[in-house]
Nanobody, 121 residues
């Protein structure tokens, strides 16, 4: 089994900052990539940012210059530093990990349970 546990969500005023953390655990041989997605009310889930094992990053246009994704391969953790938050950043944020599991062929995606981020105006 593989588990992802997110933390760091909450309520913040516009212009403020929050830092999300996600820890992956379980029968993981290696982590190929980790990322953050979000789902706002009435909208589809969208990619916020992702990072590969070699450190390559990808950001949604709407968060470029405000959010920073980073990872710790040894700890199987990923972080999202969110600065200059806007009300439109309000959403449930989900962590995703793409992993190779011990003893199981293939590459597998796992999701966290989500953490609420609310930005007040």
């Amino acid at each position: 089994q593989v588990q992802l546990v997110e933390s760091g969500g909450g309520l913040v005023q516009a212009g403020g900052s929050l830092r999300l953390s996600c820890a992956a655990s379980g029968s993981i041989l290696s982590v190929d990539a980790m990322g953050w997605y979000r789902r706002a009310p009435g909208k589809q889930r969208e990619l916020v940012a992702s990072i590969t094992r070699d450190g390559s990053t990808n950001y949604a246009e709407s968060v470029k210059g405000r959010f920073i994704i980073s990872g710790d391969n040894a700890k199987k953790m990923v972080y999202l530093q969110m600065n200059s938050l806007k009300p439109e950043d309000t959403a449930v944020y989900y962590c995703k990990a793409t992993v190779v599991r011990s003893g199981i062929v293939g590459i597998w995606d796992y999701w966290g349970q989500g953490t609420q981020v609310t930005v007040s105006s």
